[in-house]
C-alpha cells in the first residue's frame, strides 16, 4: 500500500511530494532497495524481508520524498503496538539543503500522531546537524545520541505501558523489534544486562536485535519474549554463539545466554529463560554479583555458578564482581566436542 500524504515547495522552488509505503509492496521495492542500496548487510535482509512480506506482524512504513517523481529521500519506522524506531533518514546528496528532510519527518510525525502513535526512538551522533534537527520535531536525549519521542511523556509512558498484568511469553520475531529496543531505553541497577548485546544499561538495541534476527535461522540463535496483554515487552531472554575478541570466531558447542527485564517485570525473567530451547553444548551465562533476583532467574534455569570475575564490574564510582554461570544442554560434559 502507499499513498500521497503532502505536497511541499522545496527551498529552490522545485514541487515535491512525500509518499507512505507501507510493508509489503511489490512496486516500491526496487526503488528502496536502490535509494537505501549503501546500508547493506543486516539492514538489506530487514529491507528486502519487509518488501517480501516476510516480517511477520511488524509495521515497516517508509516515508519517501519525491522530486519530479525521483524519490530522492527517505525516514523510515519500523512499529508495533504504537512504539516505533525511526531510522534510515537519508537524502541524497545533491539533494541535500533544500527542506525535503524536514518535509519527510514533519509528514511522518503527524501519520505517526495521527495513528495514536505512543513513542519513537532513534540513533544520532550526538550533538551533530541530525541531532538537532530531531531535537526540533521533539526528540530529547536518552543518553547521548540515543534520542525518543513520547506522545505524553516519558514517565507517563513508562507507567502506562510497563504496568504490571498478566502476560505470556512467545518466540522472538520481527515484530518484537522495536519493542524489545523500547525497553533497553529503560535503565535498571544491575550495570549488566546483556552481554551479548553489549547492553549495560539503557541501550540503543536498533542494530543488535535486527543483527540477532538477520542470524536467527543459524545454529544457536534463539531468543524468548515476555508480553503483557497490551503487547508491552516487559522481559527477554536470548542464546547466541559464544565469542572473545575481535575475531568473531564463535566456539564449537559453547552458547551465551542473556537475560533481562523492566524492573516492575523481573521475576519474567525466570520465565522467559524456561521456554528458551537451548542447543546441545556448554551454555554460559553472566550476572552482577549484586543482582540477586538475574542470578536466582540463571539458577532456577539450571544453570551453576561456576566462577566469579572480580572487580570487573563498575556502576558509577562502585567497582563490583561479575559471577560466572554454566549449564551443559543435552550430552554430558565428556561427550561433548568443544573444538574442532
Known amino acids: 500500500m502507499n499513498r500521497c500524504i503532502h505536497t511541499f515547495r522545496l527551498a529552490t522552488g522545485e514541487l515535491g511530494e512525500v509518499r507512505e509505503v507501507i510493508a509489503p509492496d511489490a512496486d516500491h521495492r ?11 548487510g543486516v539492514w538489506e535482509n530487514h529491507l528486502t524481508a519487509a518488501l517480501d512480506g516476510r516480517t511477520d506482524d511488524l509495521e515497516t512504513r517508509w516515508y519517501l520524498g519525491l522530486v519530479d517523481g525521483r524519490a530522492v529521500a527517505d525516514a ?37 500522531k495521527g495513528r495514536d502513535g505512543r513513542s519513537i526512538i532513534l540513533g544520532t551522533g550526538f550533538e551533530s546537524v541530525a541531532y538537532r534537527i530531531y531535537e526540533s520535531f521533539g526528540f530529547r536525549s536518552l543518553r547521548g545520541g540515543l534520542m525518543a519521542w513520547y506522545a505524553t511523556g516519558r514517565s507517563e509512558f513508562e ?19 522495536p519493542l524489545v ?3 533497553a531505553t529503560f535503565a535498571e541497577a544491575s550495570g549488566l544486562r546483556s552481554v551479548a548485546w553489549g547492553m549495560r544499561d539503557i541501550a540503543n538495541l536498533e542494530w543488535p536485535y535486527c ?30 554463539p ?33 521456554r528458551l530451547s537451548l542447543p546441545p553444548g556448554k551454555a554460559i551465562a553472566f550476572a552482577a554479583d549484586s543482582d540477586a533476583e538475574r542470578r536466582s532467574a540463571f539458577s532456577d534455569a539450571g544453570f551453576v555458578q561456576e566462577g566469579r570475575l572480580r572487580d570487573t564490574l563498575s556502576v558509577g564510582s562502585v567497582t563490583s ?7 551443559v544442554v543435552g550430552p554430558s560434559a565428556s561427550q561433548l566436542q568443544y573444538w574442532s
Request: net charge negative.
Open 211 to 240: 543483527h540477532y534476527m538477520a542470524h536467527r535461522a543459524e545454529p544457536g540463535y534463539t531468543g524468548v519474549v515476555s508480553q503483557t496483554e497490551t503487547g508491552a515487552v516487559v522481559a527477554v531472554a536470548t542464546c547466541v
Open 321 to 327: 564482581d561479575v559471577a560466572v554461570y554454566g549449564r
Open 159 to 177: 507507567v502506562e505501558w510497563f504496568a504490571p498484568g498478566p502476560g505470556y511469553t512467545r518466540e522472538a520475531q520481527w515484530e518484537h523489534w
Open 242 to 274: 559464544f565469542r572473545i575478541g575481535e575475531t568473531g570466531e564463535a566456539w564449537p558447542n559453547v552458547w551465551l545466554v542473556d537475560a533481562f527485564a523492566h524492573p516492575l517485570h523481573t521475576f519474567k525473567m525466570t520465565e522467559s529463560l524456561a
Open 30 to 40: 526496487d526503488t528502496i532497495l536502490t535509494l537505501l542500496a549503501h546500508k547493506g
Open 181 to 183: 529496543a523500547s525497553l
Open 76 to 112: 523510515m519506522l519500523v512499529e508495533r503496538h504504537g512504539v516505533a524506531i525511526l531510522g534510515h533518514v537519508y537524502t541524497v546528496e545533491a539533494f541535500r539543503r533544500r527542506g525535503i528532510c524536514r518535509a519527510v519527518l514533519s509528514a511522518m510525525m503527524e501519520a505517526f
